[in-house]
């Protein structure tokens, strides 16, 4: 399993569909920075197939006041969890 | 784990840096070796000595210092792409004939050959662009 990391929002940059293009079956994908606006629920849908591999840094969903507009679907985790992560992971990719 | 971190976001510009120690911290708390932060493209300003931003804002140089300070972290700077920017240690600027520097330890500028070093390393290499 590798952990995908995507900083750009879907709606500003296009870098997220070369991210899922390169995603095998059990990869992750974690939202940071202003990746997190593809949490919300208008732009969730962007990332069809990844649902509940798809990820988002609490501390910039809250730095951004987005907390309230995340989808369900998503899973929350703190840079602990960020931590958690790569260490389950075989590698990291990061989009940017 | 052995974790190694590559930062290319110069700070202020992007939220890269910020990315970068917050998660360094959080990798050194949870009891992890971090053999080194390695500093590239516009993250080598991170290293720059005289960086006085307002005082009621994160200063990220010394964050970077403080980090290396608690837990060990060498602090890795391109040498070829601090130069080019203007980022010289002592010996660089002695070398360059420039009149002061703007890099001290504990960053240290390196050769890029470190950075593989670091991806031959580490069980982790993370990441963080602008």
Redo the contacts between chains.
């Keep these: 399993m590798l952990l995908h990391i995507l900083n750009r929002s879907p709606a500003t940059s296009e870098v997220y569909r070369q991210a899922l293009a390169a995603m095998g079956p059990d990869d992750r994908l974690l939202l940071i920075e202003d990746g997190v606006q593809g949490a919300l629920k208008g732009l969730v849908g962007r990332f069809g197939d990844v649902r509940g591999r798809l990820l988002a840094l609490e501390e910039d969903l809250a730095a951004r006041g987005l907390e309230p507009l995340c989808d369900d679907s998503v899973v929350r985790v703190d840079v602990e969890g960020f931590v958690t992560l790569t260490e389950e992971a075989r590698k990291t990719v990061s989009w940017f | 784990?052995r974790?190694g971190i590559l930062l290319m976001g110069a700070p202020y510009s992007?939220?890269?840096a910020h990315?970068a120690l917050?998660?360094a911290r959080?990798?050194a708390g949870?009891g992890?070796r971090l053999e080194a932060v390695f500093f590239y493209h516009e993250g080598v300003h991170n290293a720059a000595r005289l960086a006085a931003p307002p005082q009621d804002e994160p200063h990220l140089v010394d964050g970077w210092a403080a980090l290396s300070a608690d837990h060990g972290v060498p602090l890795q700077v391109c040498i070829a792409a601090a130069l080019r920017r203007g980022l010289l240690d002592e010996r660089e600027a002695a070398r360059h004939g420039k009149q002061g520097h703007s890099v001290e330890p504990p960053f240290e500028l390196t050769g890029l050959g470190q950075l593989v070093d670091l991806g031959l390393r580490c069980d982790?290499?993370?990441?963080?662009?602008?």
Excluded: C, D, E, N
């Excluded at chain 2, 982790?124 to 602008?130: K, M, Q």
């Design positions: 784990m974790y992007s939220q890269a990315s917050r998660f959080a990798v949870r992890h982790r290499l993370v990441t963080f662009g602008p």
